[in-house]
T-cell receptor
């Protein structure tokens, strides 16, 4: 049973437009969430985090929104750039222990 | 600052053979994780160490997988005997260990890709 779901395996957007990547979770005890980006043949790299005490966190072009009642979070990238093309993983944990990762969404930003 | 180092990057073995992967975390990071990432899936936690003690190994197939972190620094993950379904990328990650909202992120190595034939 997947506790963290990313229902879109892939997403294509035009350069300069907004990319929205979605993540849903089932465990109401999850209180800390991370987004990672992964290029081929490299390990995942940390992008941005959010805790359950917040509903939004921004870092440059990246913003994560958390809707606790819906058990849903999303990552917005504005504006999207070709270098953002990668696989994006959502991860969730209870108290920062045992992070559970989603299956990932492959983002393609078209020039 | 050096990142998480892993070796080997690639390994091809036949089923029932054994294999070992090595990880050296970022200096000063108390927590070390081994994840298994099967193609098309997200990373799955196999084992988590805090210094040289095991915090969580509930998803480690203990009949064939073993891991150690004897001196609280580097770690090895061993598979013996390997099965076809063990083909995956084995990712090592580390974190400061004193989890708080500023430092909770994991830092991953490049991974070790295992192919079992």
């Amino acid at each position: 049973d997947q506790q963290v779901k990313q229902n879109s395996p892939s997403l294509s957007v035009q350069e300069g437009r907004i990319s929205i990547l979605n993540c849903d979770y089932t465990n109401s005890m999850f209180d800390y969430f991370l987004w990672y980006k992964k290029y081929p043949a490299e390990g995942p790299t940390f992008l941005i985090s959010i805790s359950s005490i917040k509903d939004k966190n921004e870092d440059g072009r990246f913003t994560v929104f958390l809707n606790k009642s819906a058990k849903h979070l999303s990552l917005h990238i504005v504006p999207s750039q070709p270098g953002d093309s990668a696989v994006y993983f959502c991860a969730a944990s209870e108290g920062g222990q045992n992070f559970v990762f989603g299956p990932g969404t492959r983002l393609s930003v078209l020039p | 600052e050096a990142g998480v180092a892993q070796s080997p990057r690639y390994k091809i073995i036949e089923k029932r053979q054994s294999v070992a992967f090595w990880c050296n975390p970022i200096s000063g990071h108390a927590t070390l994780y081994w994840y298994q990432q099967i193609l098309g899936q997200g990373p799955k936690l196999l084992i988590q160490f805090q210094n040289n003690g095991v915090v969580d190994d509930s998803q480690l197939p203990k009949d064939r997988f073993s891991a150690e972190r004897l001196k609280g620094v580097d770690s090895t993950l061993k598979i013996q005997p390997a099965k076809l379904e063990d083909s995956a990328v084995y990712l090592c990650a580390s974190s400061l260990g004193e989890w708080d909202l500023r430092t909770g992120e994991l830092f991953f190595g490049e991974g070790s890709r295992l192919t079992v034939l």
